[in-house]
């Protein structure tokens, strides 16, 4: 059986654990693939219009995923 103290600690470890984890339903971040990107300033060609065609926006960040072939931008 329940008793109140059993309910608050619940409800302490709820709170604690959404604020540990950031739990959030407003946040998404989402990787598209852009083909090769070469460098900074290619990646500012290709990523805003990677993360577009995904609906987002990039997000500044991008990373080769196989040399020569994959990167991949970060959308928001």
Known sequence: MFTKKSFMLLGSLIV???TVFGVSSKV?????K??????????????PVACAAIGGHW????????????SVCGCK
Request: net charge neutral.
């Open 59 to 70: 997000n500044g960040q991008w990373i080769t995923t196989v040399w020569g072939k994959e």
């Open 34 to 47: 852009a083909g090769p990107i070469w460098n900074n300033n290619d990646a500012k060609v290709k990523c």
């Open 16 to 18: 604690c654990s959404s």
């Open 28 to 32: 998404f971040a989402l990787d598209a």
